[in-house]
């Protein structure tokens, strides 16, 4: 893989209009896992390729589950009610090879809002329902979680996480050339595609600034929908490949999603 530079892929933050989405993303976190590409066979179309890394000689897929607090949810043109709310995203990292663009294949989301019905139903979004809970310790003066729980009680992807953090920890991104080059990759995807309910091909773009992570470590984990899908195994689970968190930040989400007519999968 050759480096990845932030300088390369920072854009100005193109004028929302019409439905797009500002909100704030609180105990925002990427926990990765990387496994063997075969597990991804059959997964998203052929015109997406697997962006894999080489780790300890051997090719990696790279799959990340991730837990945030919709802070401040709300029309980024209109005056509009604002909404909090527990999310989990899972996406895989794939490259578009019609575009030649690193992004990411939205296997879905958990959210705990009965905002969702419209996404899922509108626009066939795979969000599904979960009671999304937070257990979080912050320490803003040294810069630290102290404590960090995420409990989802779902049919379609429970979940459960704890991490834990050391002040100053040097981030570690196993198969990357530098680590410049691993948080380009793992926290800058603007894009994302996806199959809604319908079996068509979706897309969706967000934008945001370079985020200012830290690393922390996995003390537990168990994320269902990954076993479910035979993706990473529950004990495959308990080693990720790294684990970045960040206090909070903003994402801008331009909607409605997009949909590809020339790509569908049976349903």
Known sequence: MHAL?????????????GVDVLCKLQHFAIITYAVDPCRFEG???????????VIDGKEKGLI?????????FTSAVYPFPKFTMGQTNYRIYIIDKKTGERCV????????????????????????DGKVVFDCDYDELQGFYRRYKMLTKANW?????E???????????PGFPDTETGLVYLTHPLAGFYYRRDGRLGTYRVWHKQL??????????????????????????QQAHSVLVEPINEFTIYLPPTVLENCSKEV
Do not use: H
């Open 5 to 17: 530079r932030f300088k390369d892929c920072l854009t100005p933050r193109p004028m929302p209009a």
């Open 43 to 53: 997964v998203f179309p052929a015109r997406f390729a697997l962006d894999t890394v």
């Open 64 to 72: 990340s589950v991730v837990p945030f607090v919709d802070v401040d």
């Open 105 to 128: 294949w939205f296997l879905g989301t958990t959210l705990d809002s009965w905002t969702r019905i419209v996404p899922s139903t509108v626009w066939k979004l795979p969000w599904y």
């Open 157 to 161: 992807a429970p979940a459960s996480v």
């Open 163 to 173: 991490l834990v953090q050391e002040k100053g920890a040097t981030i570690e991104l």
């Open 212 to 237: 200012a992570v830290s690393c922390a470590r996995l003390k537990s984990a168990n994320f269902g929908l990954l076993s479910r899908l035979g993706l990473v195994s529950e004990q495959e689970q």
